[in-house]
């Protein structure tokens, strides 16, 4: 198995610019996590998706950020207007639900070094 | 309010030597607690994962322990390789039965082995 593949790696925009991260779970997955990672707060959960429907938001830090998937080997997170600030590391990750700890198998992709100018 | 603290910070050691690091959380309703490593510029990787009725858990060089009743957690490295320099990072899930909870996730120790 591959993985969780995370595209690009590495992103340089401007300030105001659209960014979309790309995320492909492994296959047979049920769920979806997008993180973030700064220096500065560490790993934050973002959203996570079970069976492509968004269940916990709450991280999401504010309406500049919005994440689809619209089917189960496929998920984007997109950020517009793009700001400075939002310039760290992006993860996603995905798992599978067994029994009553229903996320085994957490695998976490490589990331996206976002930078935003 | 639920927290995950790590400690120490950061840790120094030389190859050979034995470390333990620390997890105390406040997170409530508990559902399980991991360990992660992460090396840089990689993703983290999964070490171990406990549920409340298990106190000890190993993987290899690494032997997690949980103390659910003083909501305590560590992680020991037996023997330590370069390979073991990364940040280390706690993560405890809260939640009830088969719904997924919130995840609380520690600042991470970063390890650092010296040959």
């Known amino acids: 198995d591959a993985g969780v593949i995370q595209s690009p790696r590495h992103e340089v925009t401007e300030m105001g610019q659209e960014v979309t991260l790309r995320c492909k779970p492994i296959?047979?997955?049920?769920?979806l996590f997008w993180y973030r990672q700064t220096m500065m707060r560490g790993l934050e959960l973002l959203i996570y998706?079970?069976?492509?429907?968004?269940?916990?938001d709450s991280g999401m830090p504010e309406d500049r950020f919005s994440a689809k998937m619209p089917n189960a080997s496929f998920s984007t997170l997109k950020i517009q207007p793009s700001e400075p600030r939002d310039s760290a590391v992006y993860f996603c990750?995905?798992?599978?639900?067994?029994?009553?700890?229903?996320?085994?198998?957490?695998?976490f992709g490589s990331g996206t070094r976002l930078t935003v100018v | 309010k639920n927290q995950v603290e790590q400690s120490p910070q950061s840790l120094i050691i030389l190859e050979g030597k034995n470390c333990t690091l620390q997890?105390?959380?406040?997170?409530?309703?508990?559902?399980?607690l991991r360990w992660y490593k992460q090396d840089t510029g990689r993703g983290p990787v999964s070490l171990t994962i406990?549920?409340?009725?298990?106190n000890t858990k190993s993987n290899g060089r690494y032997t997690a322990t949980l103390d659910a009743d003083t909501k305590q957690s560590s992680l020991h490295i037996t023997a330590s390789q370069l390979s073991d320099s990364a940040s280390y990072i706690c993560?405890?899930?809260?939640?009830?039965?088969?719904?997924?909870?919130?995840?609380?996730f520690g600042r991470g120790t970063q390890l650092t082995v010296w040959p």
């Open positions: 997890c105390n959380y406040t997170v409530s309703p508990f559902s399980n």
């Open positions: 990750a995905s798992s599978f639900s067994s029994g009553t700890v229903i996320d085994y198998g957490y695998t």
């Open positions: 993560v405890v899930s809260a939640g009830r039965g088969s719904t997924l909870g919130r995840l609380y």
């Open positions: 406990m549920t409340f009725s298990e």
């Open positions: 998706f079970n069976n492509n429907v968004p269940i916990d």
């Open positions: 296959s047979g997955h049920d769920y």
